[in-house]
């Protein structure tokens, strides 16, 4: 919401309806013009409120806003002079003007209800495009000459009159520019040199950046290193001195210390750095493994030349299709992924850890195929939204599903 009003009319207005509420009794017109331009105007009484002097108010010219503005709730810096509301003192001339022979008597009734109603509302509160705007209302003593000059500065002759001030009346500033978001992430890489051993080929680690859609479809994200990746998905190897010809092979470590040859996972490949992308078939099964780069020359031959080796790990891969909430049919709930090996999966709601079994009942999961796992609630579980968590051979899957407990 913006602070002040956006001109100045809309307090003038304001008091012009404020006095048009409160006659009380007395028969008059509530007019903005000014005390000659009354005179010209049919036969009535009038009450002139004119706006005749501005003035910058002594006391909030440099504060600010209490309210802040939107997109500045995080900093607590001073506003730059633009994006501060002009901070006003209003000062009207209230004059009353009547023909005939009770003009007189007239002229001081209709002042007569306009000082009752300024003095009975001293704070004015409104509403202004959309904006909460607050005022207050003073009498102002004036000395004689400062009267006779105000007098002197118009063309007609001196009537019944009186100065208002309306004060602090804020002029509305332009929307100060959105603040920056502060970074949730920083990433920092660079290439590592001078490494030893590195002249032949050196790897240092895997890298993988997670993302999935949390309940409410709220993008989250996360990084692994050592990376956790499922078939099908990309993951990054560092290292220096790659892409030669004693380096541009890449080898997967099995845990007894056998190796294969999965050059075809590099999609991309620089001196510092492989891209590697997992088929979906033909991969093996979930569990840790390690990567090293060397040449062609195979293990154990003579020529034969490898690097140090870096870990990384495989998981089962959970569909995230559809909503990340997962519905039920009847009381049993469908997982749908891949590489999911009977006797190895664990399956959690949160904390809490269901029981393999051949078949389902509240509290187990059976792992129905290689894509598949069915699981009931158990019976017991506290109402609550849970995280499946699913978990190969000790390797956990990334987030994708939630179920809801009512």
């Not at 956790?228 to 092979?249: E, K």
Request: net charge neutral; charged share 15%.
């Amino acid at each position: 919401m913006a602070i002040g009003v956006s001109n100045l009319w809309d307090i003038t207005d304001e008091l012009i309806q404020l006095l048009n509420a409160n006659k009380g009794g007395a028969t008059f017109t509530v007019t903005d013009r000014s005390p000659d331009e009354v005179r010209s105007q049919p036969d009535d009484t009038y009450l002139s409120l004119y706006l005749f002097h501005i003035a910058p108010d002594k006391f909030q010219r440099n504060a600010l806003p209490v309210a802040p503005t939107p997109g500045t709730e995080r900093t607590t810096r001073a506003f730059r002079t633009p994006y501060q509301p002009l901070s006003l003192d209003l000062y009207y001339l209230l004059t009353a003007y009547a023909k005939g022979v009770n003009a007189s008597r007239d002229e001081q009734r209709a002042m007569t209800a306009a000082l009752k109603c300024f003095h009975e509302h001293p704070i004015v509160t409104a509403t202004v495009g959309g904006n909460n705007i607050e005022f207050v209302l003073s009498l102002e003593p004036e000395t004689a000459d400062s009267v006779g000059r105000l007098w002197q500065a118009v063309t007609t002759s001196l009537r019944l009159s009186v100065v208002y001030k309306a004060s602090v009346v804020l002029v509305e500033p332009p929307t100060p520019p959105t603040q920056a978001k502060k970074p949730e992430t920083i990433n920092l890489a660079v290439s590592p040199a001078s490494l030893p051993f590195a002249s032949a080929g050196q790897v240092v680690s895997t890298y993988v950046r997670v993302s999935y859609i949390a309940p409410g479809n709220k993008p989250h994200s996360y990084e692994l290193i050592p990376a956790v990746v499922a078939p099908g998905q990309s993951l990054t190897l560092y290292g220096t001195g790659l892409n030669q010809s004693s380096s541009n092979r890449l080898y997967l470590i099995f845990p007894d210390g056998t190796e294969q040859d999965v050059t075809s996972w590099i999609s991309q490949a620089n001196e510092s750095r492989f891209l590697l992308s997992l088929p979906i078939a033909g991969i093996p099964t979930a569990g840790v493994y390690q990567l090293r780069a060397g040449n062609a020359v195979a293990i154990a031959t003579e020529g034969a030349i490898r690097s140090n080796a870096t870990p990384f790990s495989i998981a089962a891969w959970i569909d995230p299709a559809d909503s990340p909430i997962l519905s039920p049919s009847g009381s049993t709930y469908t997982l749908n992924g891949r590489s999911f090996s009977p006797g190895t999966v664990e399956v959690l709601l949160e904390t809490v850890s269901l029981s393999a079994s051949a078949t389902v009942a509240p509290g187990q999961f059976a792992v129905t195929s290689n894509t598949a796992i069915a699981f009931q609630l158990p019976d017991n579980l506290p109402n609550g939204v849970y995280g499946v968590r699913v978990r190969v051979n000790g390797v956990e899957s990334a987030p994708a599903k939630w179920v809801v407990k009512s």
